[in-house]
């Protein structure tokens, strides 16, 4: 049975949590819905708490997103950055998400912060540009939900571009079979966002908000659909790899 331990980096909306509990606990029902065959035991590590795994605590690990930003002087991420440094160096298996995937590129030598071009809301497609061997299930491109105003603006020097848009050139990276990161939220549901993103329609601005909003329904109404499935079964592959390690 492979471990996977999510490292939660935010607390959601109190009026969210009766539905959505907390980010980890959207992963481990997005994973168990996207591949219902897996046997893989989910450890929650609350990183705002101070809790970081220990050494070999598990087989691969997930930072989540967050409404920090890398460089906000928040007591806990100093102290995650010092984890991820370690763990990189120990050959731990990472995955990060939105702020994970800013601050993993951030700490292994790349940049990210607060981005010239704004915020970035709703369906967006991005190019694959490099896929790793391991992914066996490959494609051309893949549509996202988004909500984010930080980007990785600079790759760490070991990384391969995964994916790009004109908008988020560096939309997916990975470090050989070590480390994988999306700037968008294959985790997030419709629904979610939905009630996500209204409140942040002052900080958002128009036409940012109501362009972003549009993308999430079609012509007729009808939600559109993403690939959220498709990159759950390329993040189910990387978690895998521990199995053969």
Known sequence: ??????????????????????????????????????????????????????????????ITGSKAGVYDPLPWILPLQEWIKAAHQHGERMIGICFGHQLLAHTLGGFAGRSPRGWGIGIRESAVVELPEWIHERSDRYRLIYSHRDQVEQLPPQATRLAACPFCPNAAFYIDNRVLAFQGHPEFTLEYTLRLLPRRQSCIGEPVY?????????????????????IGRWLTAFISLSASA
């Open 210 to 230: 109501g362009d972003g909003m549009a993308t999430l329904s079609d012509n007729n109404g009808q939600p559109p659909a993403t690939d959220s499935d498709l």
């Open 1 to 62: 049975m492979l471990t996977l331990g999510l490292l939660e980096t935010d607390t959601l909306y109190p009026d969210l949590q009766p539905d959505y509990r907390s980010y980890g606990w959207m992963f481990e029902q997005y994973f168990r819905r996207v591949t219902p065959f897996i046997d893989w035991e989910f450890r929650y590590y609350d990183v705002q708490d101070g809790e970081l795994p220990a050494p070999g605590d598990c087989d691969a690990y997930l």
